[in-house]
C-alpha cells in the first residue's frame, strides 16, 4: 500500500511552538491549490505500479480550504492514480474553523443540500478527522497562541461526533505552569467525548520560534523535562485503562482506530509528499519539496519539481527502522533486520542494546526488540544510541 499526504501550507495565525513550513498570508491560495493538483499529475508515474489507501491533508491547516477545493484535490488524487476501494481520507482542522464553517455550511461547501459542514466532509470522502484541541485550559491556549478556546473545543467536539466516528485528537503536555491535576483533566475530558485515537505530544522548545524567544527572554518558563515525564506516564496510564492501545510513543488508539496513514510511515511504506516542504519516500529514495510558497507554485507551473532528493544507504535504513520500530507497537524484528540489512547489523544492535536490556530499558520478545514501559519515555534517544554511523 501507499499514501499521499497532501500539505496545505496556511494558518491563520502562528502558533508559538510551532516550525512547520505555513503562511498567514492567503493570497496565493488559488494558485496553491492548482499547483497541488498539478503536482498530483506530475508525479502520477512514481505511483503507477501501487495502490493509494491513504489520502492524507496536513498543514499548516487544511481546514481553512473550503469543501470544494477539498473535493477539487480528492478528484484529482482519484483521476491520476490508482486508489483502494475504501481508503482512509483524513482532514487536519482546528476547532475554530470547524465551527465557523458549521455556522454557514453553504458558504464552505457550496453546495445546498448540506446541512452541515460534516455531512459535506463525509459527500466528498473524508472519513478520518484530526482535531488540533492541544488542550482544554484558556490559559494553555493563549500560551501557544492557539486561535480558538476553551469553549471552542468543546463545542467542535460536540458537534464532529454527531457525524464521525472516526476522530482523532491531538493534546500537548508539558506546558509550563499546566500542574498534573491539570493534564489529568485534560485527558479525562477528551475521553468524555467517546474518542478512538489521541495523539498526544510534549511540548519542544524549536529554534527560531516565538516560544524560544519568550522562554529566552524570561517570559515563560522553560519546559520541565521531569514534569513532561510525569505528565507522559498520567497519559499512558489512563488511556491504557480505558481500553487504548498505546501503538506510537505519541498514539493511542482504540482496537480498529489506528491512524492507517501514520502507520504505513512508521512501517517504512512508500508515500507520496504533494506541497511545499513535504517529503516523499519510495523505499531507496528521500525527497522533499522546496519550504517557499512562492517558489514552489513558480516551478510547478513551469513544470518543474521543486524536490531535492536523497539516496538512502543500507545504513540509513537500518537506523530510519530502528528509530520508528522503537517507537511502536512492533518494534524492531530480527529476521527483517537480517533479511534487509544482513546479519552484521543484527550483532551490531544486539551488541548495542545489551546495555539497554540490562537496565530493564529495552527487551526482546518473539524475536522483536522493544521498550519497556520504563524506557518508553526515552526511547528516541535510546534508538539514536543504536544506530551505526557507517
Known amino acids: 500500500m501507499s499514501g499521499i499526504y497532501i500539505h496545505i501550507p496556511f494558518c491563520k495565525q502562528a502558533c508559538h511552538y510551532c516550525d512547520f513550513h505555513f503562511s498567514t498570508s492567503l493570497k496565493k491560495r488559488d494558485e496553491l491549490v492548482k499547483a497541488l493538483a498539478k503536482e498530483l499529475e506530475m508525479r502520477k508515474s512514481e505511483f503507477q505500479n501501487t495502490t493509494v489507501e491513504t489520502i492524507y491533508f496536513g498543514g499548516g491547516t487544511p481546514s481553512l480550504l473550503s469543501v470544494k477545493e477539498l473535493e477539487f484535490l480528492i478528484q484529482q488524487v482519484y ?56 488542550s482544554f485550559f484558556e490559559e494553555d491556549l493563549k500560551l501557544m497562541n492557539r486561535a480558538h478556546n476553551t469553549k471552542d473545543a468543546k463545542t467542535c467536539l460536540e458537534e464532529a461526533t454527531r457525524y464521525f ?33 489521541i495523539s498526544s505530544y510534549a511540548l519542544t522548545v524549536e529554534p527560531k520560534t516565538a516560544l524560544k524567544t519568550f522562554i529566552d527572554k524570561g517570559i515563560i518558563s522553560n519546559v520541565d523535562d521531569a514534569s513532561a515525564e510525569a505528565q507522559f506516564q498520567i497519559l499512558v496510564n489512563t488511556l491504557k485503562a480505558h481500553g487504548f492501545i498505546h501503538y506510537e510513543l505519541s498514539n493511542f488508539g482504540r482496537e480498529g482506530f489506528f491512524s492507517r496513514n501514520n502507520s504505513a510511515y512508521w512501517q ?74 544482513g546479519e552484521d547489523y543484527k550483532s551490531y544492535l544486539l551488541e ?22 520504563k524506557g518508553q519515555f526515552l526511547s528516541d534517544g535510546i534508538a539514536a544510541s543504536l544506530f551505526r554511523l557507517n
Open 352 to 373: 548495542q542494546a545489551d546495555t539497554y536490556i540490562q537496565q530493564q530499558l529495552l527487551y526482546i520478545e518473539n524475536e522483536r526488540l522493544m521498550v519497556t514501559k
Open 268 to 341: 517504512g511504506k512508500s508515500y507520496l509528499g504533494i506541497g511545499p516542504s513535504a517529503h516523499s519516500f519510495n523505499g531507496n529514495e528521500r525527497s522533499w519539496n522546496i519550504r517557499n510558497n512562492s517558489k514552489y507554485i513558480a516551478a510547478i507551473e513551469a513544470g518543474k519539481f521543486p524536490k531535492e532528493t536523497e539516496v538512502l544507504s543500507i545504513t540509513d535504513k537500518y537506523n530510519e527502522y530502528v528509530m520508528t520500530g522503537l517507537r511502536t507497537i512492533w518494534g524492531v524484528y530480527m529476521p527483517h533486520v537480517v533479511s534487509r540489512y
Open 165 to 197: 466516528d472516526n476522530i482523532s485528537i491531538d493534546l500537548i503536555y508539558g506546558i509550563p505552569g499546566s500542574s498534573n491535576a491539570q493534564w489529568l483533566e485534560n485527558v479525562n475530558l477528551a475521553l468524555s467525548y467517546k474518542i478512538p485515537h
Open 79 to 134: 483521476s491520476h492514480y490508482n486508489v483502494s476501494e475504501a481508503p482512509e481520507i483524513t482532514l487536519e482542522a482546528n476547532p475554530d474553523d470547524l465551527i465557523e464553517a458549521q455556522r454557514s455550511p453553504q458558504a464552505h461547501a457550496n453546495d445546498h443540500s448540506s446541512k452541515s459542514v460534516f455531512q459535506a466532509y463525509r459527500r466528498i470522502g473524508i472519513n478520518r478527522l484530526s482535531i488540533g484541541i492541544q
